[in-house]
């Protein structure tokens, strides 16, 4: 058995990166940028209107009131996408919607709410007096040409594609999804929606991890629940280790007489870099490495392998997008946290805000068979190795479940 930190700096020694593709913009949601986006225009890309209303010469509404109207000749109209061709003179004024370019002579923009309003008429009634640059949006105010508005690495999320968008790429180099092989074991397991027989128990742990795999960005190619069978083992693994990027087992890790995921990885070629951590839940994890392939071997109980998913998989597949690992936080205790003499132990926690403070407590259901633990969760507590429990009042480490909010 290793120590966590131990464990962790292995596995991060053996991460690689992922190649990157070229992905039009309405494909790329939740994909990891590869390269940096950068303004090939300032924004507003031309002066443009702010209101719906007159393109005026501010000089020409001073005085202006309610009792004391300015009447100025409409000569002609601006609107988005079709620009008025004539410039302003003294005494006139262009009708100019919201997004319209500002005529060329013009230099405020009188909301049509401040005037007798459009008209076919050929003028127009201000009743306020306007300054210079009111309701223009200036050339270039929100984002000079050149600016590097995101670099690589950030998740693209609607702020991002909407931004991306605005500046015209058509498509993106984003980080190839990982390609993930999983894999479940146990001749326990039956699919849902299937008849439970005697001892037998629905197959849990890869609709969980299909789902982990969806959400961090990346894509299952091989799923299969295999008999504790060595033939059926080698024939999937062989295929996966060829193919896929990462593997990621559930079950058949630990000491059973029929756990035999490890015995196969080895056959195949496998170098084993760890097998046991200290960590609870989920001691017996296994991690090695394939010629092209990280593989993590995960034990069966739903929360060891749910957990252990989070911790251990979950930020190696960001980095191999190139994105940033998540951060963890700190939050304060509410309830005491049971820790391990000589293992790191992580638990399905609630945190929430209390008196602008950060506060979490751990599931009551401990067990790491009770995937219930994780209904209510929206993060997992996780604490070092200690002698007593933690005590309410004290700090823990706080790692949220990514698509979790506080409520
Ligand atoms: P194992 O790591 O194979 O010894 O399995 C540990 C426990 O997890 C056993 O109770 C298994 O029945 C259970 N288990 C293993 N795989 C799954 C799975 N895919 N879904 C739900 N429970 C599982
Ligand atoms: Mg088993």
């Avoid at 120590?3 to 700096?9: P, V």
């Avoid at 990157?20 to 494909?27: D, K, T």
């Avoid at 940028?33 to 005026?56: R, Y």
């Amino acid at each position: 058995m290793i120590s966590f930190q131990e464990a962790k700096d292995i596995v991060n020694k053996n991460i690689f990166q992922l190649g990157s593709e070229l992905v039009g913009l309405a494909q790329v949601g939740g994909r990891v940028l590869a390269q940096d986006i950068i303004a090939s225009f300032p924004s507003p890309i031309f002066d443009n209107s702010a209101m719906d209303g007159f393109a005026v010469r501010y000089e020409d509404t001073q005085g202006a009131s309610q009792e004391n109207p300015v009447t100025l000749k409409i000569v002609s109209t601006s609107s988005a996408g079709t620009p008025s061709k004539i410039s302003l003179k003294p005494g006139e004024c262009i009708q100019c919607m919201t997004g319209a370019k500002i005529p060329d002579g013009a230099n405020s923009i009188v909301m049509v709410e401040d005037s007798s309003g459009f008209s076919d008429l050929g003028t127009v009634q201000i009743i306020i007096e306007t300054s210079e640059g009111k309701h223009i949006r200036k050339m270039g105010e929100e984002i000079k040409d050149g600016e590097t508005l995101i670099q690589k690495g950030r998740t693209l999320t609607p702020s991002e594609i909407g931004t991306i968008a605005t500046f015209g790429y058509g498509e993106l180099v984003v980080s190839k999804k990982p390609k993930v092989a999983i894999f479940g074991t146990g001749d326990e397991l039956i699919e849902p929606g299937k008849k439970l027989g005697e001892g037998q128990i629905y197959n849990s742990n890869l609709y969980v991890f299909k789902e982990l795999v969806d959400k961090v960005g990346g894509e299952v190619l091989m799923q299969d629940v295999i008999k504790d069978d060595k033939d059926s083992l080698r024939g999937f693994l062989s295929r996966a280790l060829k193919t896929c990027d990462v593997i990621i087992s559930s079950g058949g890790v630990s000491m059973g007489r029929y756990d035999y995921v490890r015995d196969i990885f080895i056959e195949l070629g496998v170098v084993e870099h760890f097998w046991k951590v200290a960590q609870k839940p989920g001691k017996p994890l296994f991690f090695g490495t394939g010629d092209s392939t990280l593989i993590f071997g995960l034990p069966g109980n739903p929360v060891s392998s749910y957990i252990g998913f989070i911790e251990w998989v979950w930020p190696v597949l960001e980095t191999m997008m190139g994105n940033k690992e998540s951060q963890k936080v700190t939050g304060i205790l509410k309830t005491p946290f049971p820790r391990e003499k000589i293992k790191y132990r992580f638990l399905f926690g609630e945190a929430w805000i209390e008196d602008g403070q950060l506060v979490c407590q751990p599931s009551k259901k401990m067990g790491s068979h009770m995937l219930s633990s994780s209904l209510k969760a929206n993060c997992i507590l996780g604490a070092m190795e200690g002698d007593n429990p933690l005590q309410p009042g004290e700090p823990i480490q706080v790692n949220f479940l990514p698509w979790k909010t506080i409520k």
